[in-house]
């Protein structure tokens, strides 16, 4: 236990966010640490002495994405040219989704806890593509690992049929917090006439819980380094599959996308990298490589995934134990859950947006969600025992008013 208290204080003294204010909502957006905005400011400040735009600054850019690309492969367990470098989870998602070999007809299986920006783009692929959209039901899941992995595993047999083609299921649900047995879906698809792609919104899961199972395990497996990584915002990545590869075509084309960007070729029948690289467009923010590769790193410095994972669990054990002692608060889990996203509801006549402006007046952040409704409150490593008190106390006033 001692260790995990010198991780916290350790992470919490090199994040200025963390310095004002009481901090739950790193599911929407983690504290970047000092060491990682240094790193961004060097690598501007090196691309500007060598470039920026001369023969001398290339090898250096080179270095710095093909060292970020090694590493975020290595987190998600595949090799690196399956690894393509995006800016966000959605482009990462939807860039590789809009590529896939449909037919007029097939279906498409979305769980019912996927985030609006995959569902519309999904929404909007079938109405081009006159394709169907199923729902699987995974909202209702509340209980332990054990029994959620068998009720996913009984709804997606249930809602599967002969004409589905992609199944579209988050890796940690980003309202209830469960975690998806993503490598047993897998399995089960790879079982299935059609052999749908799996399409997994990996948002919540990276940086917070091992990831390398299910990414190696799905077809398209897009994430950012923003949230549990505690990197910058605007660079991610997206895991891809070996017949990803072979089977999707590139959507939004650019010079990244090509194999010879020196000129354009108009006989050229398939001008593409034939790896992860053809699903990445143009320009992209060198110096952000800089500042997740240093998140990340001082996050291996905190011990394995697993052991990480471990204390996120502790902290979001107690959290849940404390709200659901309260009066008034209903977690939306039966039990305490298996990840750092404590999702509950707060009885009286404020909203949760309500309960969000009352808590931030006081420089202590959750966040609302609108299905379910409900708030939201995250733990990671530096969360301490003295936040989660500050928001139970704080909680407990607003709901016995």
Same mark, same amino acid.
């Given at each position: 236990?001692?260790?995990?208290?010198?991780?916290?204080?350790?992470?919490?003294?090199?994040?200025?966010?963390?310095?004002?204010?009481?901090?739950?909502?790193?599911?929407?957006?983690?504290?970047?640490?000092?060491?990682?905005?240094?790193?961004?400011?060097?690598?501007?400040?090196?691309?500007?002495?060598?470039?920026?735009?001369?023969?001398? &600054?290339? +090898?250096?850019?080179?270095?710095?994405?093909?060292?970020?690309? /090694? *590493? #975020?492969?290595?987190? !998600?367990?595949? %090799?690196?040219?399956?690894?393509?470098?995006?800016?966000?989870?959605?482009?990462?998602? &939807?860039? +590789?989704?809009?590529?896939?070999?449909?037919?007029?007809?097939? /279906? *498409? #299986?979305?769980?019912? !806890?996927?985030? %609006?920006?995959?569902?519309?783009?999904?929404?909007?692929?079938?109405?081009?593509?006159?394709?169907?959209?199923?729902?699987?039901?995974?909202?209702?899941?509340?209980?332990?690992?054990?029994?959620?992995?068998?009720?996913?595993?009984?709804?997606?047999?249930?809602?599967?049929?002969?004409?589905?083609?992609?199944?579209?299921?988050?890796?940690?649900?980003?309202?209830?917090?469960?975690?998806?047995?993503?490598?047993?879906?897998?399995?089960?698809?790879?079982?299935?006439?059609?052999?749908?792609?799996?399409?997994?919104?990996?948002?919540?899961?990276?940086?917070?819980?091992?990831?390398?199972?299910?990414?190696?395990?799905?077809?398209?497996?897009?994430?950012?380094?923003?949230?549990?990584?505690?990197?910058?915002?605007?660079?991610?990545?997206?895991?891809?599959?070996?017949?990803?590869?072979?089977?999707?075509?590139?959507?939004?084309?650019?010079?990244?996308?090509?194999?010879?960007?020196?000129?354009?070729?108009?006989?050229?029948?398939?001008?593409?990298?034939?790896?992860?690289?053809?699903?990445?467009?143009?320009?992209?923010?060198?110096?952000?490589?800089?500042?997740?590769?240093?998140?990340?790193?001082?996050?291996?410095?905190?011990?394995?995934?697993?052991?990480?994972?471990?204390?996120?669990?502790?902290?979001?054990?107690?959290?849940?134990?404390?709200?659901?002692?309260?009066?008034?608060?209903?977690?939306?889990?039966?039990?305490?859950?298996?990840?750092?996203?404590?999702?509950?509801?707060?009885?009286?006549?404020?909203?949760?947006?309500?309960?969000?402006?009352?808590?931030?007046?006081?420089?202590?952040?959750?966040?609302?969600?609108?299905?379910?409704?409900?708030?939201?409150?995250?733990?990671?490593?530096?969360?301490?025992?003295?936040?989660?008190?500050?928001?139970?106390?704080?909680?407990?006033?607003?709901?016995?008013?």
């Amino acid at each position: 236990m001692q260790w995990m208290l010198a991780v916290s204080a350790f992470m919490r003294d090199l994040c200025p966010a963390l310095q004002n204010k009481t901090y739950f909502n790193t599911g929407g957006q983690g504290p970047l640490p000092t060491p990682s905005l240094e790193a961004i400011t060097a690598s501007w400040k090196q691309i500007q002495e060598l470039g920026p735009f001369t023969t001398d &600054v290339w +090898p250096y850019i080179a270095s710095e994405v093909n060292s970020t690309r /090694r *590493l #975020l492969a290595d987190w !998600c367990g595949v %090799p690196p040219h399956r690894l393509a470098l995006t800016e966000n989870v959605t482009s990462g998602c &939807v860039l +590789p989704l809009w590529g896939l070999p449909f037919a007029a007809g097939d /279906r *498409l #299986l979305i769980s019912d !806890c996927e985030h %609006p920006g995959v569902v519309s783009a999904c929404v909007e692929l079938a109405r081009r593509q006159n394709l169907a959209i199923d729902t699987l039901p995974v909202k209702a899941l509340r209980g332990d690992q054990a029994s959620t992995d068998a009720g996913v595993l009984a709804a997606l047999e249930q809602q599967l049929s002969p004409r589905t083609r992609l199944v579209v299921l988050s890796h940690l649900l980003w309202n209830t917090g469960q975690i998806m047995p993503i490598a047993a879906v897998a399995e089960r698809l790879q079982r299935h006439a059609q052999a749908p792609f799996l399409l997994v919104d990996a948002a919540q899961s990276f940086g917070q819980i091992p990831v390398q199972e299910a990414a190696a395990a799905a077809d398209i497996y897009g994430f950012t380094g923003h949230k549990w990584a505690c990197g910058p915002e605007g660079l991610g990545g997206v895991a891809l599959s070996a017949r990803m590869l072979e089977e999707a075509s590139p959507t939004v084309i650019g010079w990244r996308s090509l194999r010879d960007e020196s000129k354009a070729d108009l006989s050229a029948s398939d001008p593409f990298h034939n790896d992860s690289r053809r699903f990445e467009v143009a320009t992209s923010c060198v110096p952000l490589m800089a500042g997740l590769r240093q998140s990340l790193r001082l996050l291996e410095q905190q011990g394995s995934a697993e052991a990480r994972l471990e204390r996120i669990r502790q902290l979001s054990s107690s959290c849940w134990q404390r709200l659901q002692a309260l009066t008034g608060v209903t977690p939306l889990l039966n039990q305490a859950p298996c990840s750092g996203l404590v999702s509950f509801a707060v009885d009286g006549r404020e909203t949760p947006a309500d309960v969000v402006k009352q808590l931030g007046s006081q420089a202590l952040w959750i966040r609302d969600l609108a299905d379910p409704a409900c708030l939201r409150a995250c733990t990671h490593v530096f969360t301490t025992g003295q936040d989660i008190n500050a928001l139970a106390d704080a909680i407990e006033a607003i709901s016995t008013r």
